[in-house]
């Protein structure tokens, strides 16, 4: 039977780094891709360590899970590990965002999620790891970045409880939490035609690091990844303060009213 990683986002940042480095979970007979963009997914042969099959979908569009179905269903194949990095965001009031944005925004990072979940579970074997990317924007309301931030809350419990309800199985499941973060995510987030709406980062992260802490915590079988200290302090004063006080932090430091 062969023994395959499945990673959606895999055209670039985490997603990509998960696709490059997925040696650390493996071995594997073959690395199954997952992005909208054919060209930029066909650039992983080059430099991932096992075969790549490429899958071009939109997970937004819910006939991509029929395709994806039918992909595993076509040869015997198991699945250790899948992860879950496809997702956007966007900086900007939920008003402003045209509704097709916002709903997209919610398909993406939670539906496919939940869908590449319960359509893999089946075939993954004990032993076998999901890893999800959710952020530290999970741990408290965020105005400005509010679908964003709500749709990784939603990954984040998902997630967790999903770890305790497949333990049974065998099979773990990690959601990674990372800061700010240096990848392609901020050129669709950010509108170059309106004003930032985030114009302090308290620290940016490289996608190496967060990827690596990921595998680590994944390997210990732990349900939640955070990389760096200002992310495990914010994590901790979401916990304490109000997010009453939280939010207006947050709107004071970025300079919104």
């Known amino acids: 039977m062969k023994r395959i990683a499945v990673i959606t986002g895999a055209s670039s940042g985490m997603g990509r780094r ?13 690395i199954w891709v997952i992005a909208r963009s054919r060209d930029k997914l066909e650039t992983l042969k080059e430099t991932a360590p096992y ?23 076509a040869e015997p ?29 919610a398909d993406l990072n939670c539906q496919a999620v939940q869908a590449m979940c319960q359509l893999t579970v089946p075939h993954m074997p004990a032993g076998s790891r999901i890893i999800n990317i ?55 987030a950010i509108d170059p035609d309106r004003e930032p709406v985030v114009k302090h980062y308290a620290a940016m992260y490289d996608p190496k690091d967060v990827v690596a802490q990921a595998w680590r915590d994944a390997k210990r079988g732990r349900d939640m990844s955070r990389f760096g200290a200002v992310a495990r302090f914010q994590g901790v004063l979401a916990k304490l303060l109000p997010h009453s006080f939280v939010m207006s932090y947050w709107m004071r430091q970025q300079k919104l009213s």
């Open 134 to 188: 959710a952020s530290v924007a999970a741990y408290q309301p965020i105005p400005y970045i509010d679908v964003y931030g709500a749709s990784k809350a939603f990954v984040l419990s998902y997630s967790r409880a999903l770890n305790r309800e497949l333990k049974g199985r065998g099979i773990g499941v990690t959601a990674v939490c990372p800061f700010w973060t240096r990848t392609a995510f901020f050129d669709r």
């Open 51 to 73: 075969p790549v099959r490429v899958l071009a979908m939109d997970l937004t569009d819910r006939r991509s899970f029929e395709t994806y179905a039918a992909a595993l269903q």
């Open 18 to 30: 998960f696709a490059e480095t997925c040696s650390e979970m493996g071995p594997f007979d073959e």
């Open 77 to 105: 194949v198991e699945v250790p590990l899948l992860v879950n990095a496809a997702g956007f965001g966007k900086f900007r009031a939920v008003m402003d965002t045209p509704l097709e944005v916002n709903l997209n925004m």
